[in-house]
């Protein structure tokens, strides 16, 4: 970028902090097609990349008088679209899961605090299994398991071969089923979990 285009950006953003929506809005034009190109390769999918972009400007937005004119804007949006792609798929992840186990174990109980609090307990036995994985194994998982992408897509995406990837995904499921089988609680949570784990 020449140096008229990198202060006049820096200029929007240091205008962004004290709320001039103009700047907001050619900041937005500028950056938009960037970030939507990004969370297109992380979701494949238009109207879902469409969501992380209005997303990440939403929280700009509400964020704006902590942004700093210095710092790289564009790393801070990407890492944020990155955490709402990964956010957006631990949730359906958990959505699935629990809809199997409820389908395997009967109807919806009739005590919907009950209900809600085995969810609580299913979901945090599961974040506790994934904060514990390495983060390149966590982002494989769930790009395969959450994001649905095949073992050669992930491995096109991570530049690294087919069977890294596998190696990584045996890893996680293991780690999974190892970590579940010491609770009796959820026995049929991974029974509800047959069809991500195969």
């Not at 990198?6 to 950056?31: H, K, N, P, Q, W």
């Not at 390149?136 to 398991?145: A, D, G, L």
């Not at 071969?161 to 579940?180: D, G, P, V, Y």
Request: aromatic letters at 12%.
């Amino acid at each position: 970028m020449q140096a008229k285009g990198t202060e006049s950006f820096m200029a929007d953003i240091e205008a962004l902090t004290t709320g001039d929506v103009a700047a907001f809005e050619r900041l937005y034009r500028g950056l938009e097609p960037k970030l939507y190109a990004f969370a297109m390769k992380l979701v494949r999918n238009r109207e879902d990349a469409e969501e992380i972009v209005q997303e990440v400007f939403m929280k700009v937005w509400e964020r704006r008088a902590f942004l700093d004119p210095t710092q790289n804007l564009d790393g801070y949006l990407f890492t944020t679209a990155k955490n709402l792609v990964y956010n957006k798929a631990r949730h359906r992840v958990y959505e699935f899961a629990f809809a199997q186990y409820l389908a395997d174990y009967g109807a919806v109980s009739e005590n919907s605090t009950q209900t809600a609090l085995e969810h609580q307990e299913l979901v945090q036995l599961y974040e506790e299994v994934c904060a514990s994985m390495p983060p390149v194994r966590r982002q494989v998982f769930v790009m395969s398991r959450a994001q649905g992408l095949s073992t050669s897509e992930i491995a096109a995406a991570l530049d690294t071969s087919n069977s890294n990837i596998e190696n990584h995904i045996n890893k996680a499921l293991k780690m999974l089923r190892e970590k579940f089988k010491r609770y009796d609680i959820v026995y049929g949570f991974l029974l509800a979990y047959a069809y991500l784990l195969r």
